[in-house]
């Protein structure tokens, strides 16, 4: 079991489990989650919706439902159904289209809101968000009070009901949030945090999805405490890697951060055309394009790539991509161009192309590394030709 | 073994030799001196494996003998006596013993057969320099030599002698030096690549020194041989990039001016540059320079007008101002001329006055895009 543990997370975890105060480092953290987002959305803006079993998106031929009002979920409708089987489910139903500018507009009233309290948000959509307030702008202890107070500043601000889930750790903070939903909150303190594991359905854990789930039931684990039973050792050989994460998660242990802005891990861009090609030079004309595009959007985000990887769509949809890590940072068009070319004629275009794109992974991403490549964005020191 | 010499003749000898040793070595005997003992000629050695030096001491002895001795131990215990007489007594239990006016001292030394023998230069070719011009060039263009790993070449000094002049070159890709003196020539044209640390080490024993330097090398090595002392190192392998291509030969806008006021003007207005690209802007129109800078991050900004003589197109070029002031702090003129064509190709700086007869000094140096242009 230690030797198991000796990789990064689970070192971590291991000390946290031995030998750390568990008390002293336990966070606050608080998972919001606006309810029926788009739907909540369309009836405020549109009263005579209100009380209505309403579906924004769906209304197209092949449409699936993006968000489904409470009335409409009483007759079943769930988002991600087709728009033909929720109109059987609930002939009344009231298919809008989705208007996702405003939403965004809302959700950064929304995020506003948030950061009054901390500058700790993860938004992981438009309509949620986890937020650390171990440390807050108030320096309030309670988590509770102040998850209250962040719902009842948005339903005032916004006209908006929020759910919140309150506890030491995003996953159970999330687990949270749905149990008192629409328009409530729950805490799970620290105390009652391992008995709320242990009585909590196995399809409810942070990272169960539908085959781990039948894998789980299979070797008869179905609430938390059934999966508490189980040894590291075990676990591991059922589910390899994420063996040590199910493993702690139901000892309270989730080490995530609220991880305050996502890091990009590639940028590039592509095209589609409109009739397939196969010229090679036309091809590289299209590049051109594309490499441009891509140069505009690393100096918009400030960052330069390491590698470079050229996507190729054949007329049959099948893809490949041609990639190659060079040893200094691009971000330049002609630097791109040049790397295109060559991993354009790596080797021979085996049929027509309905689609090319360039992009850059390996960013910069790192703080220190992109104020650097910054200012040389912008005040570039050139180099003698060799 | 046993022999007296003078303690300040033996420690100036030793710190010279003292410099070629490295700090953290693999191998515990290259921590040492090699002291081999032939009657009245003590040759004391030191090598990081790549770089051998060796020095021709005179002593008093009548003795033969090789021992290797903790270079650190020696050194610290010379720089603490007043000059003197020391006795140097290798006793039988592994340690020699110096004797002083003022009492004795036992260093335990290692065996001298572990000490690597220096590399013999097989079918060399030779020229001679003077001491003085050869830690010149070194001087001139050291600086100018890079640092990075991946284009080794480019960390050392390219030396090339031809029928017309002896050529020396450093460059880093974005500033680049060459020295050339046509006053010497060879019959026997050849090239190559001199590493920094030797580099180093020969510019601080020769400056200013009238002996001549007998060099010897052969594809892989160079010697350098003057008065008591021998160097050996390996040479940087490699092809050197073609740098007369880089050199760029149209340069119609000439700014000619006073080096040491442009470089204080440079220092002063440089503080206020931004801290990653250290630009500063040069705008010259008709007989005015000026020198500005800003650092958009801080809101510092800074700018001085100078007068010059200037003959071409109205120009507004970006340097980094480390590279400058390196360069007008290497030159030893009361005036230089900058040659530039457009704001992203080279400035070429070279010395007005101040050279020796047969001497060329051209300096290289790339522009820093002005971001707001």
Do not use: W
């Not at chain 2, 490295?22 to 004391?44: C, R």
């Not at chain 2, 000490?115 to 010149?136: C, K, R, W, Y």
């Amino acid at each position: 079991m230690f030797k198991d543990c000796f990789n990064h997370e689970g070192f971590l975890s291991l000390c946290v489990f031995l030998s750390m105060d568990f008390r002293e480092h336990l966070r606050k953290i608080i998972h919001v989650d606006m309810d029926a987002f788009y739907a909540s959305v369309e009836q405020l803006d549109d009263p005579s919706l209100k009380g209505k079993a309403l579906a924004v998106g769906g209304s197209s031929k092949r449409g699936v439902v993006a968000a489904a009002s409470y009335e409409a979920r009483k007759h079943g409708v769930k988002s991600a159904m087709s728009g033909k089987q929720a109109a059987r489910l609930c002939p009344h139903l009231i298919f809008v289209r989705p208007r996702f500018e405003r939403y965004k507009d809302i959700s950064q009233q929304i995020r506003k809101i948030f950061f009054e309290y901390t500058d700790l948000v993860e938004p992981l959509s438009l309509d949620e968000a986890y937020l650390d307030v171990t440390v807050n702008k108030f320096n309030f202890p309670s988590a509770t009070v102040l998850a209250r107070e962040i719902r009842e500043k948005i339903k005032t601000k916004t006209g908006l009901n929020a759910s919140a889930g309150i506890s030491i750790n995003k996953f159970i903070a999330k687990v949270a949030s749905d149990i008192n939903k629409p328009n409530g909150q729950k805490t799970i303190p620290p105390e009652d945090v391992i008995a709320f594991l242990e009585q909590l359905d196995i399809r409810k854990f942070y990272g169960v999805g539908k085959v781990t789930q039948d894998k789980m039931y299979r070797l008869g684990i179905f609430t938390g405490a059934d999966l508490k039973l189980k040894t590291l050792d075990y676990l591991q050989e059922h589910f390899g890697k994420s063996g040590l994460h199910y493993y702690n998660v139901v000892r309270g242990i989730h080490l995530s951060e609220v991880k305050t802005s996502r890091i990009r891990k590639s940028l590039g861009a592509e095209r589609t055309f409109s009739e397939n090609i196969s010229s090679e030079i036309y091809m590289l004309a299209k590049l051109e394009d594309i490499a441009e595009e891509v140069e505009r959007r690393l100096k918009t985000s400030r960052v330069a790539g390491k590698t470079i990887t050229l996507k190729l769509k054949y007329s049959d949809f099948s893809v490949q991509t041609r990639s190659k890590t060079l040893k200094l940072f691009i971000a330049s068009k002609a630097l791109i161009m040049e790397e295109t070319r060559t991993l354009l004629y790596q080797e021979p275009i085996k049929d027509s192309i309905r689609l090319l794109g360039i992009s850059l992974s390996n960013l910069n991403t790192d703080q220190s590394k992109s104020v650097k490549t910054s200012a040389i964005l912008k005040e570039e020191q050139l180099k003698l030709p060799f | 073994m046993k022999f007296i010499i003078s303690s300040t003749y033996m420690l100036k000898n030793l710190q010279t030799l003292g410099g070629v040793i490295n700090n953290n070595n693999t191998m515990p005997i290259l921590d040492n001196f090699l002291f081999e003992l032939n009657h009245n000629s003590l040759k004391i050695s030191s090598s990081d494996l790549e770089t051998t030096m060796s020095a021709k001491l005179e002593v008093e002895s009548n003795d033969e003998g090789e021992i290797a001795v903790p270079a650190r131990l020696l050194l610290d215990t010379l720089k603490a006596f007043p000059e003197q007489p020391l006795t140097f007594h290798k006793l039988d239990n592994h340690t020699i013993e110096i004797s002083s006016e003022q009492g004795k001292y036992a260093l335990a030394y290692a065996n001298a057969d572990d000490f690597p023998t220096p590399v013999n230069i097989e079918d060399a070719s030779e020229t001679v320099l003077v001491g003085d011009i050869l830690a010149t060039a070194i001087n001139k263009t050291i600086f100018a030599t890079g640092n990075d790993d991946l284009r080794p070449v480019m960390n050392g000094v390219f030396f090339r002698f031809t029928e017309e002049a002896l050529i020396f070159v450093g460059t880093d890709a974005h500033k680049l030096v060459k020295y050339s003196r046509t006053d010497i020539k060879t019959d026997k044209p050849a090239e190559f690549i001199m590493p920094k640390k030797p580099l180093n080490l020969l510019k601080g024993v020769l400056l200013g020194s009238e002996e001549d330097v007998q060099i010897e090398f052969n594809e892989s090595n160079a010697k350098f041989s003057f008065e008591n002392v021998e160097l050996t190192c390996r040479l940087v392998d490699g092809k050197y990039p073609n740098y007369e291509a880089v050199i760029p030969k149209e340069n119609p806008n000439v700014l000619t001016i006073d080096r040491a006021l442009f470089l204080s003007s440079v220092r002063r207005v440089s503080i206020f540059s931004n801290k990653t690209t250290h630009q500063i802007r040069l705008k010259i129109a008709g007989a005015e320079l000026n020198i500005s800078a800003e650092d958009l991050d801080y809101s510092n900004k800074a700018e001085e007008r100078l007068t010059c003589d200037y003959q071409g197109d109205d120009l507004t070029i970006g340097f980094n101002s480390k590279f400058l002031t390196e360069m007008l702090n290497n030159l030893t003129s009361d005036e230089i001329k900058i040659k530039m064509s457009l704001p992203n190709r080279a400035g070429i700086l070279t010395p007005v006055d101040g050279l020796e007869q047969g001497e060329h000094i051209t300096m290289l140096v790339m522009p820093v895009m002005l971001g707001n242009q």
